[in-house]
């Protein structure tokens, strides 16, 4: 969220409403979630919506940019392959013409240019970079045991089912399993879980820390075991053309997605018009949004909220106390993201070629990706590199302190000394570094945050006029999760009933 924007919101100050526009639906947000309840409204034939986002462009955490070279993301940068449950998943892959033949297909073939290119990951260890992400250089007998135990373990629990039938890490998390046994792994850390059943290595806590910082933006000692395990044993999806665990990408990363879905609602999508105040009535319910400098009263028999769930309270006076308690109950995970952009792919040295992700073993940030490599057939003059850091190291309201008051210069000349270790020649071939700092980027899964019964308050609220949508329903941020809860909001307010 643009925090100069944010900061207006929470001090309140608009001007009061000059015209009312009336619409049946309002969706609020026009991230991943409220472009998929538009997508699902559209195609069940109901065209009276309009999606309200505060930003110049839709997509939010699915955003991306373009250089006169390439494409390149600002957030979402993968989808693994869909799992069997992620229907909504593989009906809009099928869609985009991106899965071909049957979506329902155990093994369906995908569009090559949208499969990772090889070499998919790397990981740079103790000065040098070795392939895939699980270190396996000067490591012993011992810790590859562990290795090989971690990695049937997650495969077990990949097709493990709990007593009511269900698989234990569903995704979209709402279809996992809800026997108790396994639900209170919700209550330990991951961290904790690793060492109750015996896995002490240091490269198997390495890559369960680097899951967690990757995917929910903290730690493992942070993170609910549950959330943990989910990373690890929800995905498996398979294809019939690619190894099961090549991801699905594209040079902005997973912009292309928000892209197609706003362009199938089109000019329902307004951007730049921010969601100040909320009324719920006996008839309809009023959205008051400031656009063009002015503020625009939608009149709205329906409100599906798709933007995060801590802003509601903010800007819904009357929300029920319930309701407030469950929306500010959890915290979000701050990040900075940078976009080199290079004159030309920088020095390579010691071990394994160039790979997709590009990740640091033992450093502040996580890694890089390039947007050029899907297109390593085309000889291009440069590349953008996409680099990622969660500021996990400290709480969350400091970690926002620090993305805010460290000055532009002093966080790129941090990334550029980060990036020099591995690449010594970064600093002359980066042509321009642009950073985006996102104070409240994803909900924190903290142990007790996805079965404790707040997130579960989200998930299930639906008043006369007001449906919530977001992954924050989902207590953790993945396209499957937003998507999932875009899709259930439409339905649900159509009276429709996907569990
Ligand atoms: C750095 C980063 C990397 C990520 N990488 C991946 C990845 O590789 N794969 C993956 O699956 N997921 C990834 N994610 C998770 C990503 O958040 C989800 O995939 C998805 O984009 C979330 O969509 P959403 O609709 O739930 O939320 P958001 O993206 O938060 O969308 C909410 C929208 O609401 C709008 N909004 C907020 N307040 C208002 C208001 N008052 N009025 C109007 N509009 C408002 C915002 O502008 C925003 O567009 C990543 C996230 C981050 C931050």
Redo the contacts with the bound molecule.
């Keep these: ?1 643009d925090h100069a924007l944010g900061h207006r ?1 929470r001090d309140g100050q608009f001007p009061a409403p000059s015209e009312t526009r009336h619409t049946g639906v309002l969706i ?7 472009l998929s309840a538009a997508w699902r409204l559209a195609k069940a034939g109901v065209d009276d919506f309009l999606v ?4 110049s462009e ?5 955003r991306g940019g373009q250089s006169p070279l390439v494409a390149y993301p600002w ?5 693994p392959l869909p799992t069997r449950e992620a229907v909504h998943v593989r009906e809009l892959l099928a869609e985009l013409g991106v899965l071909q033949g049957d979506p329902a297909a155990a093994r369906p073939t995908y569009d090559e240019r949208y499969l990772c290119a090889t070499p998919q990951e790397r990981v740079y260890r103790h000065g040098l970079w070795e392939e895939g992400l699980l270190p396996q250089r000067g490591i012993d007998a011992g810790e590859r045991e562990q290795q090989q135990r971690f990695h049937e373990r997650m495969e077990a629990l990949k097709q493990a089912r709990g007593r009511d039938g269900r698989r234990l890490f569903a995704l979209p998390m709402a279809l996992s399993s809800r026997d108790p046994e396994w639900l209170a792994l919700d209550r330990i850390s991951f961290a904790q879980w690793l060492r109750d059943n015996g896995f002490t290595a240091p490269t198997l806590h390495w890559l369960a820390n680097y899951a967690c910082r990757d995917d929910y933006g903290m730690t493992h000692d942070q993170v609910s075991a549950w959330a943990g395990l989910h990373y690890f044993a929800c995905r498996n999806g398979e294809a019939a053309n690619a190894s099961p665990d090549t991801v699905i990408t594209a040079p902005d ?2 912009a292309w997605l928000a892209r197609a879905l706003a362009q199938k609602a089109g000019d329902r999508v307004l951007t730049g ?4 105040r909320i009324e719920e009535n006996k008839t309809n319910a009023t959205v008051d ?1 400031f656009f063009q400098a002015k503020t625009i009263r939608f009149a709205a028999r329906q409100v599906i909220w ?3 769930a801590f ?1 509601l309270p903010r ?1 819904w006076p009357g929300i029920p106390s319930e309701l407030k308690a469950a929306a500010l109950a959890g915290d979000y995970a701050p ?1 900075l ?1 940078a976009n080199l952009h290079l004159s030309d792919l920088p020095e390579e040295r010691y071990g394994a070629p160039a790979a997709w992700d590009n990740v640091f073993y033992d450093s502040p940030g996580l890694g890089y990706v390039t947007a050029t490599h899907q297109l390593i057939r085309r000889h291009l003059p440069g590349t953008v590199f996409t680099y ?1 850091r969660a500021l996990h190291e400290l709480a969350p309201a400091e970690g926002r302190r620090l993305l805010l008051e460290t000055p532009r210069a002093a966080w790129a000349e941090g990334i550029l000394a980060e990036l020099e270790r591995v690449h010594p020649d970064i600093r002359r071939l980066t042509t321009r570094l642009d950073i985006f700092r ?1 104070g409240h ?2 909900r924190r899964p903290v142990p007790g945050s996805l079965f404790g019964g707040q997130r579960e308050k989200l998930a299930n609220f639906r008043s006369r006029r007001i449906t919530l949508a ?3 329903l989902s207590g953790f ?4 999760e ?1 998507q999932y ?1 875009g899709v259930v909001a439409a339905e649900r307010i159509r009276g429709g009933n996907i569990s």
């Design positions: 969220m919101l609020v947000g026009g991230g991943i979630s409220g309200l986002d505060m930003e839709a997509g939010g955490n699915s957030g979402a940068h993968y989808l990363g997973n018009a921010t969601v100040w949004a798709a933007a995060p802003v800007v990040w993201t990622y996102n980027a994803m977001h992954a924050d941020s993945l396209f499957e937003a809860r």
